[in-house]
């Protein structure tokens, strides 16, 4: 039986409402949060050069998500690569590679024959063009996180909360922190066509962030942001279809609402102790 547009795009949103938030606790907890945002714009540099090669060059079609994560695994491991070279700023590394991929960005949307106009779904999401090799893609991407998580989740949290205790426990944290690297371009390259590539940093960490005011430790962590994700990106969905707004926005400014009201709940203490009993 042949899934209609809606179907696949809704799959597509729960698997990725429930993958984003759990990297994005892990990010927030090493005070990594910033890498979303360099790989995101950097996997733009990926379509981009997906989609104006397959304008420009005869009888090669490539699926821009596939190029993305391409791009995103290269720029994560730059960024792994420009911390150890400055080791006593580490935080340039993240910047820098934003930089380069807004940059390379622009220059290649601005050469392509048809204009900025192919790139708005990979900009902002659009649930209506999710197609079945997208929906298989993301799937699989999803199983593979979920998989090298449960192999070295005890590692990956060694590591994000005190990587010289891991170090000196014979971790390797260099490894590890490549494994991860590889996790986050893989979040964002299954996230865009669903969130799009400038707001999927937003999926990453509100969620987190959110969680952040009521849990007490890691576990909850992870069950809270799983649970703020899949609402938005629930509401987020069927808002976005039923009103023509774009997906990814609409997903962002639950997300935005929802932790304004976490916030204001945890400030409430009688209402935080009833929630919390």
Do not use: C
């Amino acid at each position: 039986m042949e899934w209609t547009f809606i179907e696949r795009g809704f799959t597509a949103a729960l698997i990725i409402g429930l993958i984003a938030p759990l990297v994005g606790a892990v990010l927030a907890v090493r005070r990594s949060s910033i890498i979303s945002e360099s790989l995101s714009h950097v996997t733009l540099t990926g379509i981009s050069a997906g989609v104006l090669l397959s304008q420009t060059v005869n009888m090669v079609s490539i699926n821009p998500l596939y190029t993305g994560f391409v791009f995103a695994l290269a720029g994560s491991l730059i960024i792994e690569k420009l911390r150890q070279t400055y080791s006593h700023f580490q935080e340039l590394a993240s910047p820098i590679i934003l930089s380069a991929g807004v940059g390379v960005s622009a220059v290649l949307m601005s050469i392509s024959p048809s204009g900025y106009g192919e790139w708005y779904d990979y900009l902002f999401g659009s649930i209506v063009s999710v197609t079945k090799e997208d929906l298989i893609f993301i799937s699989v991407t999803a199983g593979v996180i979920l998989l090298i998580f449960s192999l070295y989740s005890k590692e990956i949290k060694s590591v994000s909360f005190d990587q010289e205790f891991a170090r000196v426990s014979g971790i390797s944290t260099s490894h590890i922190n490549f494994i991860f690297s590889l996790l986050v371009a893989l979040v964002i390259s299954m996230s865009m066509k669903v969130v799009g590539v400038l707001l999927v940093g937003a999926l990453i960490s509100l969620p987190v962030a959110s969680a952040m005011q009521f849990a007490k430790s890691f576990k909850q962590l992870l069950g809270w942001s799983v649970l703020f994700g899949e609402f938005a990106v629930l509401i987020g969905v069927y808002t976005s279809y039923h009103f023509n707004i774009a997906t990814g926005g609409m997903i962002v400014v639950i997300l935005a609402v929802i932790m304004l009201a976490a916030v204001v709940l945890r400030k409430n203490s009688m209402l935080y102790r009833l929630l919390n009993r």
